[in-house]
Each structure stands twice: as structure tokens, then as C-alpha cells.
């Protein structure tokens, strides 16, 4: 980050930043920026969103639904890369996934913490040389996935079982360096750690019960009877238990992420 004066004259190291009144002084106010790669309408933050404001993150975003324009890596606190009914593979129908690739692999190097949500995590894979198929079962639902055992206060360690929400009908192995953080029944690998600050989910915390039937109604066609693929009626038939326990995984994996963003 470039350096900031304050009034006093010190610099600080910071881009972004602010000036408030309280009570007859002046405080300097740190805001840090989160950018979101947005793929389609229909799938946002979801739980993120309220996490970052009381946070206080200004959230940008790239919509490239909308206009394929990035930031500099330099200029992003936090990256969230979401999910999207397309494939990482499908650079010629959709041109501007080569440079998006590239963007996440800039701003992983760069230390930055990053998120990524199912095709966010399939992207992120991708960008850093792993490949991403199509996968033996499609997991559309609620369905419970496992962390393997892992040592180490450097990993995001999830709980011995939980029921998550999942739309995914490809997968990704695990980058060079990768650690496995997650698996399911219908797919080896659901979640994977690189360093300290990157995450990849294959499935999705961030749901809402307005997000899941918002993915209900675009993508309900994928909704054909198989192994691990759920009703539109059992999915929306989820407890209110079920989403908060899955949005309260995702703020854990938030605030470690943060805890990793470089001072």
C-alpha cells in the first residue's frame, strides 16, 4: 500500500483511508477494501456481505456479467471470488476468464488473503496450474461433507462432520502445495488451504434461504432425479438451523483469512 500523512505529519502505510470528528478530535479511520468477482446475477455474497460491513470493508466489485474490468492486485485488501452455473474451461465462450485467472493467481502471490466459492474455488485452482473436471457425481443440495485430520494452528480447520449446501457438477486437484481441508461422499475434494490466505470452498456457505431459491429458479433444469442431486422441494425445505450453521462456518472462514492479511 502507499503511504498515507496524517495530520501530525507521520505516514502511515495504508491507501484508503479517512478522517472523522469525535468528540473534538480528530480520528484517523483505516477502511479496507474487499473486491468481488461477481459471475452471474443470481449468485452474491450472500452472508458475506453483512460479515464485511461490520467489518468495515468497502466492498467493490467486478460484475462481469455486466463489464470485465479489475482492479490492480495492489489495490485489494481481500478477494472473493464467487460461483456461476459456467466452467473454468470455457475461455472462448467466456473471453475474459484467461485474465480473471491471472488476477487471482497475481493476488494469491501477492499474499493477499483470497476466498473462493464454488467456481471461485475451481478458479483458483485453475489459475495455479491444476485442472478442473468434470466430476463423477453432480452434488446439487444438502449434503455432509468431512475434514480430514490436520494439524497445525496455519490451517482453517473444519468440524469433524457438517451438512452443507452444494451446486457443482465439476471438481478441481489440488494445486502444487495444497492442502486438503474437506471431502464428500460424491467428491474427493471439497476444500483446499494454500499458505495461509487462500481458501477454496467447493460448496457454498455464503447461502441464504433468498440465495438458494434464487439458484432454484435460474438453474432448477440441473435438478434431474440422481444420487446427490436434491429436489427444488427438499432444498428449499431447509431449517433456518441449517442456514445459520453453515453462514457461521463461513464468518470463521472469513475471520481467518483476515488474520492472515499481511500487516
Known amino acids: ?62 460484475r462481469f456479467f455486466e463489464r470485465a474490468e479489475l482492479p490492480e492486485p495492489g489495490a485489494v485488501d481481500l478477494l472473493v471470488v464467487l460461483g456461476g452455473p459456467m466452467s473454468v474451461n470455457d475461455e472462448g465462450e467466456f473471453p475474459w476468464l484467461a485474465p480473471e485467472k491471472r488476477f487471482i493467481r497475481r493476488v494469491i502471490e501477492a499474499g493477499t488473503p483470497v476466498l473462493g466459492i464454488c467456481l471461485g474455488a475451481q478458479l483458483i485452482a485453475s489459475a495455479l496450474g491444476a485442472r478442473v473436471s468434470r466430476n463423477r457425481e453432480k452434488e446439487i443440495g444438502w449434503f455432509p461433507v468431512e475434514a480430514p485430520p490436520a494439524d497445525g494452528a496455519a490451517l482453517f480447520h473444519f468440524p469433524p462432520s457438517a451438512e452443507v449446501f452444494h451446486w457443482h457438477g465439476e471438481t478441481f486437484d489440488l494445486p502444487p502445495g495444497a492442502v486438503r481441508l474437506a471431502r464428500s461422499a460424491g467428491c474427493e475434494n471439497q476444500a483446499f ?15 441464504t434461504p433468498e440465495a438458494a431459491r434464487a439458484m432454484v429458479e435460474h438453474c432448477g433444469a440441473e435438478l434431474q432425479p440422481a444420487r446427490y442431486v ?24 472469513l475471520a481467518f483469512l483476515c488474520d492472515s492479511a499481511p500487516a
Open 230 to 253: 436434491q429436489s427444488a422441494a427438499e432444498i428449499l425445505a431447509a431449517t433456518p438451523e441449517k442456514y445459520r450453521a453453515i453462514n457461521a462456518l463461513m464468518a470463521a472462514a
Open 1 to 62: 500500500m502507499g503511504a498515507a500523512e496524517t495530520p501530525g505529519g507521520n505516514l502511515i502505510g495504508c491507501s484508503r483511508w479517512h478522517y472523522s470528528r469525535l468528540h473534538g478530535e480528530t480520528a484517523l479511520l483505516f477502511t479496507m477494501r474487499a473486491h468481488c468477482l461477481q459471475h452471474v446475477p443470481f449468485e452474491g455474497l450472500g452472508c458475506i456481505e453483512p460479515w464485511l460491513v461490520a467489518a468495515r470493508y468497502e466492498i467493490t466489485y467486478t
Open 193 to 207: 488451504q494454500l499458505g495461509r490466505s487462500a481458501l477454496a470452498l467447493q460448496f457454498h456457505l455464503e447461502t
